[in-house]
């Protein structure tokens, strides 16, 4: 099996920068995409930013010049540093990657989630 590890959150100040990590581990070939989510209370789960194995990125419009999403292929991790927080970015963080464990098989998983608190 594969697992996602997320940690990094907690609490930060308005305006300041916290960056979330997520590392996969067990029977990994090769990771595709990768991602984060966010969920906050009283809202849809939403797509922050992803990033593909070429690393191309993309970028939920509210979090746009502020978020950067990246990855390191040799640790199977991704990151998401978060500047410039606002409250609205309060949300429990989640992120997925999809597993190319052999030629025919892959499968998507997802880590338990962060939170992430910011104080006004």
């Known amino acids: 099996q594969v697992q996602l590890a997320e940690s990094g959150g907690g609490l930060a100040q308005a305006g300041g920068p916290l960056r979330v990590s997520c590392a996969a581990s067990?029977?990994?070939?090769?990771?595709?995409?990768m991602g984060w989510y966010r969920q906050a209370p009283g809202k849809q789960r939403e797509l922050v930013a992803s990033?593909?194995?070429?690393?191309?990125?993309n970028y939920a419009d509210s979090v746009k010049g502020r978020f950067t999403i990246s990855r390191d292929n040799a640790k199977n991790a991704v990151y998401l540093q978060m500047n410039s927080l606002t409250p609205e970015d309060t949300a429990v963080y989640y992120c997925?990657?999809?597993?190319?464990?052999?030629?025919?098989?892959?499968?998507?998983?997802w880590g338990q989630g962060t939170q992430v608190t910011v104080s006004s």
């Open positions: 997925t990657a999809n597993v190319q464990h052999s030629l025919l098989r892959k499968s998507d998983y």
């Open positions: 067990g029977s990994i070939f090769r990771i595709n995409a």
């Open positions: 990033i593909s194995s070429g690393d191309s990125t």
